[in-house]
């Protein structure tokens, strides 16, 4: 079964920083582009980031971009997402996403004082 | 990086059909036919639906389809059924050398 579990959320401080996981299974992971997407309480999807299948290429939205570092571990069948200088406003629920196609169940992350 | 423009919210009865649209730009929707659409239900992750304008993947009832026209791309659900009731979310590649994807602001879907 193709299965992508998020870990790494939590209550942080503003300014603070967190690293999140992706755990996959089921599919050959480095043959697939990976995404974060975030989802607000109550709002829409918003694209993160992403990284293609051999780290060559990699992508941020203007929001995060100089803040967020995506990165994998093929040989782990992992993907992360560091967060640094978080602010109030990426407050939300992180999935990842195989190529768009298969997504996990997300993990939240609450930045507040 | 401007979300995508779709209807906030449509609504049909059992059996109708509806269609969402999603309006973008020649820099995404109209550049590339990379248009996906997901369907999300309270408290669940997206699920894909259409992709790259009008594939269903393996297991979406061929209810649903997809189409283009330039800068918008349209979902059509047919024969809606009460289970259709959800979120729906149209995004888009805009950049092939930075993985970059667009969504839009999402529909919300009411079976009457």
């Known amino acids: 079964e193709v299965q992508l579990v998020e870990s790494g959320g939590g209550l942080v401080q503003p300014g603070r920083s967190l690293r999140l996981s992706c755990a996959a299974s089921?599919?050959?992971?480095?043959?697939?582009?990976m995404h974060w997407v975030r989802q607000a309480p109550g709002k829409g999807l918003e694209w993160v980031s992403g990284?293609?299948?051999?780290?060559?290429?990699?992508g941020y939205a203007d929001s995060v971009k100089g803040r967020f570092t995506i990165s994998r571990d093929n040989a782990k069948n992992s993907l992360y997402l560091q967060m640094n200088s978080l602010r109030a406003e990426d407050t939300a629920l992180y999935y990842c996403?195989?190529?768009?196609?298969?997504w996990g169940q997300g993990t939240m992350v609450t930045v507040s004082s | 990086q401007s979300a995508l423009t779709q209807p906030a919210s449509v609504s049909g009865s059992p059996g109708q059909s509806i269609t969402i649209s999603c309006t973008g730009t020649?820099?995404?929707?109209?550049?590339?036919?990379?248009v996906s659409w997901y369907q999300q239900h309270p408290g669940k992750a997206p699920k894909l639906m259409i992709y790259?304008?009008?594939n269903r993947p393996s297991g979406v009832s061929n209810r649903f389809s997809g189409s283009k026209s330039g800068n918008t791309a349209s979902l059509t659900i047919s024969g809606l059924q009460a289970e259709d009731e959800a979120d729906y979310y149209c995004?888009?590649?805009?950049?092939?050398?930075?993985?970059?994807?667009?969504f839009g602001g999402g529909t919300k879907l009411t079976v009457l």
């Open positions: 089921g599919f050959t992971f480095d043959d697939y582009a």
């Open positions: 996403a195989k190529a768009f196609d298969i």
């Open positions: 995004s888009s590649y805009t950049s092939s050398s930075t993985l970059e994807e667009v």
């Open positions: 020649s820099s995404d929707v109209g550049g590339y036919n990379y």
């Open positions: 790259d304008v009008s």
């Open positions: 990284i293609s299948w051999n780290s060559g290429s990699i």
